[in-house]
């Protein structure tokens, strides 16, 4: 095998592919990069079973050939190499020397027999999307993927697809957020993505109108972005009757600028840190939310002003989980629901509605601020 390609191309597919490679695997082909020539270019693979990338790179193609080599040192020889063009050769003996400009390395390579198939997906829903859309619906949910393993489904994102609607929900037993946009889909049908997936696909995704294609099956899903595939395994298990968990009534209604609110919890968080952790108290009255915080080294108070409707309401919240609600509303007023100190905090936009997240508070004490 022997090729030669544009150095910067090759950086940037490495290290994107490098994203799906197992950092210590027992099978070693799969700590490696899977290099194979194509007409006209070569094709990347990372996978580490679960998750696999793949790209394709214009390449001027001078023997034919196939080669695994080590993911961390292959990216980070690539990263440094001198010339703005790279030449790779692989001999018999698997040895594969790549030379930019007077640079010359050479390093032990796997046979690219050793490296597992990717799975393939069969009677597949394809779906076609805009890359901003779905980064902006991935990016508001991913937030409230569970990082606990005690139930394997809610580390990832429910898709629901019907014909003419997709939502994504996530949950990790105490936020939820909800997210939907108006999409145009073959037929109905639902299926949930690891969270660790999402975040990969967010990262190769841009904020503009071009589309992506999605392609489901009955046990993996197929994100089809530019020149990248990234492939994965569904999550199986029983989802979260999540529509049971959202309060149908309010008590309390709060429209309130979400860049102050953000601010004045910021503030008053200053005094928790993992060690020392409080729940933020909040009381919604009056035409204000008064915050406030108290740990073993000091109290805060802070207050800005709200419009509130209905009762007035006093309730405890872990600092992390409301900052990160209200920073992933992604607009500059927010609609605040509650009903009473006991029941979950709802963010909803000001009009319409495109989120919903759903905070669950914290039992304060009775101790007064």
């Known amino acids: 095998m022997k090729i030669i390609c544009d150095r910067k191309q090759l950086v940037d597919a490495v290290l994107n592919v490098q994203r799906a490679v197992s950092s210590k695997s027992s099978v070693p082909a799969l700590e490696g990069i899977l290099i194979q020539t194509k007409e006209n270019g070569i094709y990347l693979c990372g996978y580490d079973l679960e998750l696999g990338m793949t790209t394709f790179l214009p390449a001027q193609i001078q023997e034919t050939g196939s080669i695994v080599l080590s993911a961390r040192l292959f990216g980070d020889i690539v990263r440094r190499l001198p ?6 050769s692989v001999d018999e003996k698997n040895m594969a020397a790549i030379v930019s400009g007077p640079s010359e ?11 597992p198939e990717l799975p393939s997906i069969s009677d597949e829903l394809s779906v076609e999307l805009p890359h901003g859309l779905l980064k902006s619906m991935i990016r508001q949910t991913l937030f409230a993927v569970s ?9 990832g994102t429910l898709f629901e697809l019907s014909e003419s609607r997709l939502r994504l929900v996530s949950v990790d037993g105490y936020r939820l957020a909800v997210r939907e946009e108006p999409v145009r889909c073959p037929k109905a049908t639902t299926f949930v993505v690891p969270g660790k997936t999402l975040g990969e696909v967010m990262k190769l995704l841009g904020d503009g109108d071009e589309t992506l294609t999605l392609q489901v099956g009955s046990r993996h899903i197929l994100f089809q ?9 569904l999550l199986e298990g029983e989802f979260l ?20 609110f953000i601010d004045s919890v910021e503030r008053v968080s200053l005094l928790i840190t993992d060690r020392l952790k409080s729940p933020v108290r909040c009381v919604f009255s009056e035409q204000s939310i008064k915050v406030s915080c108290a740990t073993s080294i000091g109290r805060a108070n802070d207050e800005l002003s709200a419009a509130v409707s209905g009762d007035a ?3 405890g919240f872990n600092n992390r989980y409301l900052l990160d609600a209200l920073r992933n509303t992604e607009c500059d007023e927010v ?5 009473g100190a006991l ?27």
């Open 225 to 233: 972005i530019g020149d990248y595939s990234l492939i994965s395994r």
């Open 241 to 260: 009757d999540y529509n049971a968990a959202i309060p149908e009534s309010s008590s309390t209604e709060i429209i309130v600028n979400t860049r102050t």
């Open 335 to 339: 609609k605040v629901q509650l009903n």
């Open 343 to 369: 029941s979950p905090m709802k963010v909803l936009p000001k009009e319409g509605n495109s989120f919903l997240f759903l905070v669950l508070p914290v039992r304060l004490k009775n101790d007064v601020f």
């Open 313 to 315: 309401v006093e309730m």
């Open 105 to 115: 390395f050479s390093i032990v390579g796997i046979p690219a027999e050793e490296y």
């Open 147 to 155: 990082d606990s393993d005690a139930k394997p489904v809610h580390t």
């Open 83 to 88: 010339a703005d063009t790279v030449s790779l």
